[in-house]
């Protein structure tokens, strides 16, 4: 039997990850799991607990006295902290914030990335981050780069912070986004890199439809899907 088809997405903030891993899953009857909700739910904990995103000490130490798991309803994979559902409460810019830094700490990464693989056991996931395809899964059989112009990002990002219901404007949108793109480039562990064989997609100038099609060609060639489209049997 073979082992169930892990396809890893990971790009910068705003490249369209969510959108296209999200409808990929959807495509194919896999499920989708998001690596960055971890790393936010974390955040959150960090948030609530009021000590400082950027002192490491103190942020393993909060992260040691919480339990971050995944649930699942309507095949859409939620994540908890502390048995909570704070899907709703990891998206707010403070959080987002405490998640750049939270995520530099690696005994924190150790944990969430030891969560997103026992998360994805024994199923076929759709799982978007920025080290899928280099930590968390490095043998992933289909890995996606997914890039976008910056101005292209910034503007996706504050749609969707409208669409949340949050007024954002473009500049501080721009300015979260470059300061984020440089955390995450900086940083000394799982930097955003892409993997020697990740297949790089940029969508500054294509739908979130064209690159899932894109993605879906690439796994007929390799011959993880069948032309119909359908899951090659296990
Ligand atoms: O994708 P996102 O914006 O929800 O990610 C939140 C933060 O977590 C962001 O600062 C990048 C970090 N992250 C990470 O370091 N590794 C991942 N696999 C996913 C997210």
Redesign the pocket.
Known sequence: MSKPLIIAI?GP?GAG?STVARALAQRLGLTYI???????AA?LKVVESRVSPADPAAVLDSVNHCRITFATDDGEWHVMLDDRDVAGLIRTPEV?RA??W??RVPEV?QKLVAL?REAAQGAGVVM?????GTV?FPDAPLKIFLEAHPAERARRRLDQEQADGRSASLTATADEIRR?DQ??AE?KV?PLLPAADAVRIDSTHLTAGEVVERILNLAKERGLIEKSGALNAE
């Open positions: 990971d903030a990850k998001d690596s960055g909700a971890t790393y936010r955040a987002t998640a750049a939270v995520s990464r997103q978007e981050g920025r080290d899928i968390v984020r955390l995450d940083r799982s």
